[in-house]
């Protein structure tokens, strides 16, 4: 097979599952496969996964989609990847896991970003690394780990996350790529390297971490082992490539100027993309590496579909969650003053606060199970709001949205959106962002960086127009909402030293 004509691999490492396409070299999905794992919560707080079995289903996805596409080693051109960011999973020295996966849902280091928060130290670190305190950062769960299981550190002689393991798993070299370091609050965006200060913090030393290279890096020397189960030559070149945020930017197209990606998956977040590093002033806002000078910078809310589905279980027990969503729109906009903070995990952006809550404010004897469900989905679209907000105050005006996730799906969800933000939302043909995000990244790396990084996106579907009239009442609405978060704030994190 001619070189022009091979297909790229795309391994997407979720929360839930692990999906892999076949990708030809104008865009087209060939094939699809994927495998499912669970998240354990083993006490509340705890979030976490066993890598091995992430692993496994990494190397049994490309296997199964080899077989059905009928490929052979020769057909491929490269595999790229594509991660879920911020897990931990301390290693000893025989290559063996110290500790679970340490997911970016787990939260038991909220006393630890408080803190780092509170006395200043957080924002010194989120100006050097581009990552917000927050439970949800490696920086801030090592500190917890220091704290609370100082023999695991101390036995400790790598600190990697789940997308590290598994390349060590597949060729024995502790790697990450720029993208996902950028996420851990331990790397530094100007130098593009760990930084010192940050690793002081984290009480952890440069040599336990992995060996840095750009999202373009290549290596090879797949195990045998594994090359055999997964129809690859161990001679098949992996790209590094990064995470699934920034890869859905370039897998929709949505790295132009103006142009923002939406997701709401089980969390949600907005995410654009600028030349060079760019930090908000007060930490709110990520700033995470794609490629090369291209940067991607936005916030992620924990509370996404999770809370609609939670809402529609609770008040429309036995009926599923798309039956269900159709009966907002019996509602007016505004929910007849009902609101409902969306907290129900704490929160990441706007507020990074660990300690949140979920509250519905302003009941009343007039308001029925329809209105508290439309009252939740547009506490999640608030949130989304909240932080389109904060990237407009940097300088980024957001003219269109590419939205992406299963809400995309549902039209009420769509025009909400479009309502609230007061912009066009528009759904791409395809909802296989990351992984065609980590396909294109992987060609992009293989002609090594001279073609265009954005040679294919998704392609538009459907498009939302915002209603003017309806946005005008959401724009009046969402400072009350915010307001409400601030009043209520000191009253949550007093909840978490009840005896309840």
């Known amino acids: ?64 989609l080899m077989k059905k596409g009928g490929w052979s080693a020769e057909d491929i051109l490269c595999a790229s990847f594509s991660s879920a960011n911020h897990s931990v999973i301390l290693m000893d020295e025989g290559g063996g896991a110290l500790t679970p996966v340490i997911t970016w849902a787990d939260l038991r280091s909220a006393s630890q970003a408080g803190m780092l928060n509170e006395d200043g130290t957080g924002l010194g670190a989120y100006l050097r690394s581009g990552t917000p305190i927050h439970p949800m950062s490696p920086l801030v769960k090592l500190i917890w780990m220091r704290e609370n299981r100082p023999e695991l550190m101390a ?41 010192p200060q940050n690793l002081a913090i984290a009480g952890i030393r440069r040599e336990q971490l992995p060996e840095l290279m750009p999202s373009t890096g290549r290596i090879q020397g797949l195990k045998p082992a594994y090359a055999d189960r997964m129809g690859l030559s161990a001679d098949t070149t992996f790209v590094l490539g990064g995470q699934d945020g920034v890869l859905a930017n370039l897998g929709i197209g949505a790295i132009e100027p103006g142009v923002a990606a939406v997701t709401i998956g089980t969390s949600s977040a907005v995410r654009t993309a600028v030349k060079g590093t760019l930090l908000e002033p007060e930490g709110r806002l990520f700033c995470y590496a794609l490629a090369d000078d291209h940067w991607i910078i936005g916030g992620a809310s924990n509370n996404g579909a999770i ?54 404010f302003g009941l009343t ?73 980590a396909a294109q990244l992987g060609l992009y790396a293989m002609e090594d ?52």
């Open 155 to 195: 036995a400790a002689s790598h600190v990697i996350g789940i997308k590290e393991y598994v390349f060590y798993k597949l060729f024995g070299r502790f790697v990450t790529d720029y993208s996902m370091a950028s996420a851990t609050g331990l790397f530094n965006v100007e130098t593009l390297d760990w930084d």
């Open 1 to 64: 097979m001619k070189v022009a004509s091979k297909l790229i691999i795309s391994i997407d490492i979720g929360t839930t599952s692990t999906k892999t396409l076949a990708v030809d070299q104008n865009g087209r999905i060939l094939g699809t496969h994927s495998i499912g794992y669970p998240l354990h919560t083993p006490q509340p707080g705890h979030a976490e996964q066993d890598p091995e079995q992430m692993t496994e289903a990494v190397v049994e996805c490309v296997s199964q």
């Open 449 to 500: 960086g001279k073609g265009p990084l954005l040679r294919w996106n998704a392609g538009n579907g459907v498009s939302y127009e915002p209603d003017m009239v309806t946005h005008g009442v959401y724009r009046e609405l969402l400072p009350f909402y915010l307001n409400l978060y601030q009043a209520l704030k000191p009253s949550m994190h007093e909840m978490d030293r009840l005896p309840i």
């Open 365 to 437: 004897l007039a308001h029925s199970e329809k209105h508290m469900l439309r009252a939740a989905m547009e506490g999640i679209m608030y949130q989304i709001a909240a932080i389109v907000s904060l990237m407009k105050q940097c300088g980024n005006e957001i003219k269109e949205i590419r939205a992406s996730g299963g809400f995309a799906r549902s039209a009420i969800w769509c025009q909400m959106l479009a309502d609230i933000l007061g912009v066009p939302v528009t759904i791409p043909e395809s909802v296989e962002s990351s992984g065609l995000g």
């Open 307 to 360: 809370v609609a589905q939670w809402t529609a279980e609770r008040l429309f027990p036995g009926k599923a969650m798309e039956d269900v969503i159709p009966l907002a729109a019996e509602v007016p906009a505004g929910s007849n003053g009902l609101f409902f903070l969306p907290l129900l995990a704490g929160e990441r952006a706007p507020f990074w606060d660990g300690k949140a809550k979920g509250v519905m």
